[in-house]
């Protein structure tokens, strides 16, 4: 497997911790990176986000390593039909690239996204609590 293989882009929800954990069973701590080229919306009525490619943008996030195998089909049937898990190329904050998987909005759901950027501190605030009460 590749160093992608094993390497998440978690931009959303999966940037927490507690939810990482909750959806792979698996405690880690994400590394601080950015992706350039491509934009986080939030979806419309909903607590989560899309992220598409959008020159110009940068996305912060973090860079989940040494994900096994056996947590990425937990991984894609949480981000559902929505989403289409594809590799690219991060910048750690030591200036580090590296390839990893995220998850991007498929084809044709542009119209679902707001205008506005999503906020993970509004999330944190607002959601988080009942999103992990729910059995995310």
């Given at each position: 497997?590749?160093?992608?293989?094993?390497?998440?882009?978690?931009?959303?929800?999966?940037?927490?911790?507690?939810?990482?954990?909750?959806?792979?069973?698996?405690?880690?701590?994400?590394?601080?990176?950015?992706?350039?080229?491509?934009?986080?919306?939030?979806?419309?009525?909903?607590?989560?986000?899309?992220m598409l490619?959008?020159?110009?943008?940068?996305?912060?996030?973090?860079?989940?390593?040494?994900?096994?195998?056996?947590?990425?089909?937990?991984?894609?049937?949480?981000?559902?039909?929505?989403?289409?898990?594809?590799?690219?190329?991060?910048?750690?904050?030591?200036?580090?690239?590296?390839?990893?998987?995220t998850y991007?909005?498929?084809?044709?759901?542009?119209?679902?996204?707001?205008?506005?950027?999503?906020?993970?501190?509004?999330?944190?605030?607002?959601?988080?609590?009942?999103?992990?009460?729910?059995?995310?």
């Amino acid at each position: 497997m590749s160093n992608a293989a094993h390497s998440l882009f978690a931009y959303g929800t999966l940037m927490f911790p507690a939810v990482f954990r909750a959806v792979t069973g698996l405690a880690r701590t994400g590394l601080p990176a950015m992706l350039d080229d491509y934009a986080r919306y939030a979806v419309r009525g909903q607590p989560w986000p899309a992220m598409l490619a959008e020159i110009g943008a940068r996305t912060d996030g973090l860079v989940y390593r040494d994900v096994p195998a056996a947590a990425w089909p937990r991984l894609d049937d949480f981000e559902g039909s929505f989403y289409f898990r594809t590799t690219v190329e991060v910048t750690l904050t030591d200036g580090t690239r590296r390839a990893a998987q995220t998850y991007l909005a498929r084809a044709g759901t542009r119209t679902w996204l707001s205008p506005r950027a999503w906020s993970a501190e509004e999330f944190r605030r607002r959601h988080l609590a009942q999103y992990l009460a729910r059995g995310v």
